[in-house]
């Protein structure tokens, strides 16, 4: 059964940068649609960004635009989200998925915070 495990995350300034990993055990990612999505507390879990299988198509939240990328290693089936310039509104636990499937990772926590 495929799971998913996220890794990378931890606590970084404003203006400082992440680079976040999701990788799969019991199955592939290589041919599915991922996302990445965060729950700060108190908040509503959201999109992130979202990627389809040959990565040709992309789509992310309108407060991430330009800082943050999604981007897949297909030799190491992994997925990862790059995340630049961060901010404190940023903080919160970010989940990789693979779409479709509701295969949810169990969350890395991203603290931004002077």
């Known amino acids: 059964q495929l799971q998913l495990v996220e890794s990378g995350g931890g606590l970084v300034q404003p203006g400082g940068s992440l680079k976040l990993s999701c990788t799969p055990s019991?199955?592939?990612?290589?041919?599915?649609?991922v996302g990445w999505f965060r729950q700060a507390p108190g908040k509503e879990r959201e999109k992130v960004a979202c990627?389809?299988?040959?990565?040709?198509?992309?789509n992310y939240a309108d407060s991430v635009k330009g800082r943050f990328t999604i981007s897949r290693d297909s030799a190491k089936n992994t997925v990862y989200l790059e995340m630049n310039n961060l901010k404190p509104e940023d903080t919160a636990v970010y989940y990789c998925?693979?779409?479709?499937?509701?295969?949810w990772g169990q969350g890395t926590q991203v603290t931004v915070s002077s």
């Open positions: 998925a693979a779409l479709g499937v509701g295969i």
């Open positions: 990627m389809n299988s040959n990565a040709r198509w992309t």
């Open positions: 019991g199955g592939g990612l290589n041919s599915r649609a």
